[in-house]
């Protein structure tokens, strides 16, 4: 699958695994019932494991590896900085991370000139949040029911999830409502234009019964991520946007999975014709080499901290050897065309093969996505979508992904799934050779879930 050849090393494999089972706790697991895979190095879409196997990374790690492993300009931009000047408190001025921030705002839409710095994606959501409230003087942020927001107090409040459930309550101030599913549409539509105009109209009717006077916020992914890859209809976030003009409330875009060109484009709002007033990214800014997040603010918004204290930062904001691959990223994203061939791939390679899958897959009930970011929703039943497996399934219940996910590993590809669901988003430097290889390997692997239906 590609030019590496890892070589076994049973005792660094041993080692490993022995100071992790015994020392680390890990993130959003119960210790005794997980097996992490030790791994020894990667380069490009490929990383390796001590055992010999190597894996073709179709899921960019957590979706932040846009530039994939051990990218030299990235890796030289962080030794640079580091021979140079470590570290700097966020107070003071730094070159690195104001030459970040001005080509940030050069990429951003007319009208937003300041950015605020982050170590990741859900402090950039608590401050986006913080800035609304200060702002509009309101408390209350609608969010999407099926969103990801991050895992700090406010942001896995907004988290419209099963990963909010044993951290509530966090923020009383959050409120759900639904946005538009096509696939499986809350609303009972028959058409994408239905589908905007009927959430649409129910936002409206959550802004009126919650109280337009109390709504600081809404906030949305512009492409829902981890809860199914969720384009939204056109229409529908222009018609956010009008409803946050109308009512008075920060329109939020979370751009922390789709922002720096997972769909081709820098921002992922660029695809669906609307400018919101506050934009927060993480990820992908720096490919997640050294922990950063951000904030890039409307100037409207923004002149309103001109004589008032903005109550915000940590130790580490806007840290310079996580702003140095920021810059980095910038020149490759120029000099390799990323976005260019992003939305050449996605829709030369990606798109038709994916559809490919749908008409011979039985399991299959919809393949949607857009650059290089795809769901593959799986289902029992084609005609009634019950999904393949049911929503939050664990244990035993989530044995038909297991051993889907299974399939892809042991030919050599690590997938992203997410209950029914795979989802492709690889590297976006990944050489279409391995994209194709990376997608046969999916293709074969669906005979596993189709076995469920048959
Ligand atoms: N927002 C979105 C859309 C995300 O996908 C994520 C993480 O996956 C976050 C926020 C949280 O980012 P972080 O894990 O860097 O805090």
Redesign the pocket.
């Known amino acids: 699958m590609s030019t590496i050849d890892p070589i076994a090393d049973p005792a660094a494999d041993a080692a490993v695994r022995g100071d992790d089972r015994s020392h680390v706790f890990h993130s959003w697991s119960a210790q005794a019932l997980i097996d992490p895979l030790p791994v020894a190095g990667g380069a490009g879409a490929t990383f390796w494991d001590y055992a010999g196997n190597s894996y073709l990374d179709f899921s960019s790690q957590?979706?932040n590896l846009n530039l994939g492993h051990q990218h030299p300009d990235l890796v030289a931009a962080i030794q640079e900085q580091a021979g140079r000047l470590a570290t700097i408190q966020p107070s003071m001025a730094n070159a690195t991370r104001g030459e970040l921030a001005r080509r940030i705002s050069e990429i951003a839409p007319d009208g937003f000139s300041k950015v605020f710095f982050t170590n990741?994606?859900?402090?950039a959501?608590e401050n986006a949040v913080r800035m609304a409230r200060l702002v509009t003087g309101k408390r209350k942020v609608l969010a999407m029911y099926r969103s990801?927001?991050?895992?700090t107090s406010t942001?896995i409040t907004l988290t419209g999830d099963p990963r909010r459930w044993a951290n509530e309550p966090a923020d009383a101030s959050v409120v759900h409502f639904f946005g538009p599913y096509a696939y499986r549409s809350p609303f009972h539509a028959d058409s994408p234009e239905q589908e905007a105009e009927r959430a649409l109209a129910h936002l409206e009717q959550t802004i009126i019964l919650e109280g337009a006077s109390t709504i600081g916020a809404i906030i949305i992914?512009s492409v829902v991520?981890?809860n199914g890859v969720l384009i939204p209809p056109p229409g529908y976030l222009p018609g956010v946007r009008e409803l946050c003009d109308r009512y008075g409330i920060v329109y939020i875009a979370?751009e922390?999975?789709v922002g720096f060109g997972r769909l081709g484009t820098w921002w992922g709002f660029e695809n669906f014709d609307v400018v919101p007033d506050l934009i927060?990214f993480?990820?992908g800014v720096n490919s997640g080499y050294v922990p950063l997040?951000g904030v890039v603010i409307s100037d409207r918004i923004a002149a309103h901290f001109d004589t008032v204290s903005f109550p915000g930062g940590l130790t580490y904001s806007g840290h310079p050897l996580a702003c140095a691959p920021g810059v980095a990223t910038f020149e490759v994203f120029r000099r390799d065309g990323i976005l260019e061939r992003v939305r050449d791939l996605g829709e030369r390679v990606v798109r038709p093969r994916l559809e490919q899958m749908a008409a011979r897959h039985p399991s299959v009930g919809e393949v949607r996505g857009l650059g290089l970011f795809w769901a593959i929703e799986l289902v029992r039943d084609r005609q009634s979508r019950e999904p393949l497996v049911p929503f939050n399934a664990a244990g035993a219940d989530a044995a038909p992904m297991a051993a889907f996910a299974a399939a892809c590993k042991k030919a050599g590809l690590w997938p992203f799934t997410h209950f029914n669901r795979v989802h492709v988003a690889p590297p976006l430097i990944i050489s279409e050779d391995d994209l194709v290889r990376g997608l046969d390997v999916i293709d074969r692997a669906l005979e596993v879930t189709d076995a469920e239906v048959a």
């Not at 990801?148 to 895992?151: A, C, I, Q, R």
């Open positions: 957590l979706v990741g994606g859900a402090d959501n990801y927001h991050g895992n942001a992914e991520g981890t979370d922390v999975m927060t993480a990820k997040g």
